[in-house]
């Protein structure tokens, strides 16, 4: 018998408990990303950073980056999968976000910045001169040119973190990738003046 078809036996024969369990997973995962949701609200709050009207994601920038119409910003911060996840599944990477959340299974979760100066080539050409300090201070760059923070929550601090009903350790990494957007904001409207002028 090859890996796989040992692989399907196994699946087979304990399809109630996977069945059960990928329930539960859906489950954490609403926590986790409420968990998540509020830290970030918190942290914005208190800083008096906007948020987005889209109560199903959470995106946020600093108020003199609202645009005129009070409801978009021409840079802003929002969470996603990581820089080479299609969210398809495709092999090396998650299926589910709580493997995102957590960093596993080839998953990652990543606070990007987004902008509505720039298109395509241009954005990047801006990021480039910008992107000693950018990843000097902590910053990523995508291929694509586009800037993020890896974020994903230690899967031991949040598995504490249900046993104490106290997840301020395992949140440690949303405060930290905000504290980070933060510095990063002033060099950030830099590269939106620049891209501005080209």
Same mark, same amino acid.
């Given at each position: 018998?090859?890996?796989?078809?040992?692989?399907?036996?196994?699946?087979?024969?304990?399809?109630?408990?996977?069945?059960?369990?990928?329930?539960?997973?859906?489950?954490?995962?609403?926590?986790?990303?409420?968990?998540?949701?509020?830290?970030?609200?918190?942290?914005?709050?208190?800083?008096?950073?906007?948020?987005?009207?889209?109560?199903? /994601?959470?995106w @946020?920038?600093?108020?003199?980056?609202?645009?005129?119409? %009070?409801?978009?910003?021409?840079? &802003? !911060?929002?969470? =996603?999968?990581?820089?080479?996840?299609?969210?398809?599944?495709?092999?090396? /990477?998650?299926? @589910?976000?709580?493997?995102?959340y957590?960093?596993?299974? %080839?998953?990652?979760?990543?606070? &990007? !910045?987004?902008? =509505?100066?720039?298109?395509?080539?241009?954005?990047?050409?801006?990021?480039?001169?910008?992107?000693?300090?950018?990843?000097?201070?902590?910053?990523?760059?995508?291929?694509?040119?586009?800037?993020f923070?890896?974020?994903?929550?230690?899967?031991?601090?949040?598995?504490?973190?249900?046993?104490?009903?106290?997840?301020?350790?395992?949140?440690?990494?949303?405060?930290?990738?905000?504290?980070?957007?933060?510095?990063?904001?002033?060099?950030?409207?830099?590269?939106?003046?620049?891209?501005?002028?080209?």
């Open positions: 018998m090859n890996a796989t078809n040992e692989l399907n036996t196994l699946i087979i024969r304990n399809i109630e408990d996977l069945d059960v369990a990928a329930k539960h997973i859906a489950e954490i995962e609403d926590q986790i990303w409420k968990l998540i949701t509020d830290e970030a609200e918190r942290w914005l709050r208190a800083r008096g950073w906007n948020i987005g009207p889209d109560a199903s /994601e959470i @946020f920038g600093r108020p003199d980056w609202v645009q005129e119409d %009070g409801a978009t910003f021409i840079g &802003w !911060f929002y969470f =996603d999968k990581g820089p080479d996840d299609t969210n398809s599944s495709a092999p090396g /990477e998650p299926h @589910f976000w709580l493997s995102r957590l960093g596993r299974a %080839g998953g990652e979760l990543c606070l &990007w !910045f987004g902008q =509505d100066v720039a298109k395509g080539k241009a954005w990047r050409t801006v990021v480039r001169t910008f992107a000693d300090e950018l990843t000097k201070a902590g910053a990523r760059i995508s291929d694509a040119g586009n800037i923070i890896p974020c994903s929550l230690s899967a031991t601090a949040v598995a504490e973190g249900y046993s104490n009903n106290d997840f301020k350790e395992a949140l440690a990494p949303i405060t930290s990738a905000l504290d980070l957007a933060e510095a990063l904001s002033p060099v950030l409207q830099l590269a939106l003046d620049k891209a501005r002028e080209a």
